[in-house]
């Protein structure tokens, strides 16, 4: 019976166990990323988890627990400086980060990535809010509809046509804001051509000019 022998067996025994988990504790705090395999990684995070947390206690009692499971004063030290300088204080919890990397050549282990979190953690209650304002329709329509409403009722005056609604009077509007449509789109192509015709003239003037002076 297992009694007493908690965790995965990582095909060693307890005392290699223990100091492969150690190793891999202080390779993770001083790269900020290691390359092993997934059972290792798992084993290994609520160990990480056990050391900050002493390093945001940040009393002597902490320290000496720290430094007693790293056997690394000045790792203790690196450790506990860059929390008290606000590394993880926003932070409740998951300051590890497993990513896959798939199966390894030989031996088919499955292979991670393990690395800390260091990015700032931003609140649920923030995170909604941005979705919220992203997911808000823009305001832009209803002035486009008001104004399309305030030329089809001033269309209507200029017809001579009352406020009242009928079939013939919307048709006549609206092929009155059709006719209007097609005016203002042959204004804009007829100033476009317009331009067109004094930008080849203009082409054409100096295209003459270095003709005239490659003759001289």
């Known amino acids: 019976m297992r009694h007493n022998k908690k965790g995965r067996k990582l095909g060693t025994d307890w005392s290699h166990t223990?100091?492969?988990?150690?190793?891999?504790?202080?390779?993770?705090?001083?790269?900020?990323?290691?390359?092993?395999?997934?059972a290792r990684a798992k084993e290994i995070r609520p160990d990480v988890d056990k050391v900050i947390t002493w390093a945001k206690r940040g009393d002597l009692h902490s320290r000496r627990l720290a430094i007693a499971y790293l056997n690394d004063k000045e790792l203790v030290r690196e450790i506990f400086e860059k929390v008290a300088q606000g590394m993880f204080q926003d932070r409740p919890g998951g300051y590890t980060r497993i990513m896959k990397l798939g199966p390894r050549k030989g031996d088919n282990a499955p292979m991670v990535i393990m690395e800390l979190v260091t990015e700032p953690c931003v609140p649920k209650a923030e995170r909604q809010a941005a979705a919220a304002k992203k997911a808000a329709p823009k305001k832009a329509a209803p002035k486009k509809v008001a104004k399309k409403e305030e030329k089809s009722e001033e269309l209507a005056e200029d017809l001579g046509f009352e406020n009242d609604g009928t079939i013939e009077q919307v048709e006549a509007v609206d092929a009155a804001e059709k006719s209007e449509a097609v005016?203002?789109?042959?204004?804009?192509?007829?100033?476009?051509?317009?331009?067109?015709?004094?930008?080849?003239?203009?082409?054409?003037?100096?295209?003459?000019?270095?003709?005239?002076?490659?003759?001289?």
């Not at 223990?18 to 997934?38: G, P």
């Not at 015709?197 to 490659?214: G, L, N």
């Open 18 to 38: 223990k100091a492969m988990k150690r190793s891999l504790v202080s390779a993770l705090f001083l790269n900020d990323r290691i390359k092993t395999v997934e």
């Open 183 to 216: 005016e203002e789109a042959r204004e804009e192509a007829e100033k476009a051509e317009a331009e067109a015709a004094k930008e080849a003239e203009t082409v054409d003037a100096e295209k003459i000019e270095e003709e005239q002076a490659d003759v001289k």
